[in-house]
């Protein structure tokens, strides 16, 4: 692990050293929630230009927030968690707007069915 | 047999006395019991707030059991039980063998990954003007740089 970091660094330390910065600092937002960052995607792809300066459409690649924390089981008890993967009336995020990749979204809305039928997430909110 | 990982949660009415709760867990138990099965967590999450209403309930006693057990017989047993007990407003029972070896799968290939990682990064590293700056850094990375 130690080592591993340690290859990256100096690798990315000659030229990338910016962009290697900027990305996990601009997955940081894309990973608090998924619907803010498409809201937001003037200010999203605001951040694009800045750096390039190439096209106004540019958006950000969402990484998948279970694989960056190597994620193996999706815990169906964690509500909170599974909180952030839900819309306000408890429709399941796609994924195009979390940006998880397809076996832990495969993952997550098992996950999330089986907190539903528990009473720990809601099928439909009432308003 | 193989055996196998259960989880099961039931929610009984918030009103519920603790006595009355107990008694529900000493029949799980002795079912337990009599089926060869262990308990392996049993945790009491007090009452929550259900996101929906279960049998005019906004709240409920939550109960969480991981149960092991060769015979699959339990959880039929199990959840007559539950269904029985007039506390008990929703249960759920869930097998996750399947899903921690799977789990159990997927760290030992990371590791695995982890442990070959170096070789495969060397190059690259290695092949980059950043040769000068990677020596101070781990002492697996010299060797590449240098041939």
């Given at each position: 692990m130690a080592d591993q970091q340690g290859s990256q660094a100096p690798s990315g330390g000659g030229q990338g050293g910016g962009y290697g910065s900027s990305r996990p600092h601009s997955s940081g937002p894309g990973g608090g929630g998924g619907r803010p960052s498409r809201d937001g995607g003037g200010p999203g792809g605001g951040a694009g230009p800045r750096k390039g300066?190439?096209?106004?459409f540019f958006r950000k690649r969402k990484v998948c927030r279970f694989c960056v924390d190597k994620i193996d089981y999706i815990d169906y008890k964690k509500a909170d968690m599974l909180n952030a993967f839900?819309?306000?009336?408890?429709k399941i995020l796609p994924r195009r707007m979390t940006g998880t990749c397809s076996r832990h979204q495969r993952w997550l809305c098992e996950a999330i069915k089986r907190a539903r039928n528990i009473a720990l997430l809601s099928f439909a909110s009432e308003l | 047999m193989e055996e196998r990982l259960y989880d099961l949660i039931f929610i009984c009415r918030p009103a519920t006395p603790e006595d009355e709760i107990a008694k529900i867990m000493k029949t799980l138990e002795q079912v337990i019991a009599d089926h060869k099965g262990t308990i392996v967590k049993n945790e009491n999450w007090g009452t929550k707030r259900l996101a929906y209403r279960v049998a005019k309930n906004r709240e409920g006693i939550f109960i969480y059991l991981q149960i092991i057990s060769t015979d699959g017989e339990i959880v039929k047993e199990l959840e007559r039980r539950l269904k029985v007990?007039?506390?008990?407003?929703k249960y759920q029972t869930v097998r996750l063998d399947e899903e921690m070896k799977l789990q159990k799968k997927l760290v030992a290939r990371r590791e695995l990954k982890l442990s070959r990682k170096p070789r495969r990064t060397a190059p690259p590293a290695a092949a980059a003007p950043a040769a000068p700056m990677?020596?101070?850094?781990?002492?697996?990375?010299p060797a590449p740089a240098a041939s």
């Open positions: 300066g190439k096209r106004q839900v819309q306000d009336r408890g | 007990f007039e506390p008990v407003i990677a020596p101070p850094a781990p002492p697996a990375e």
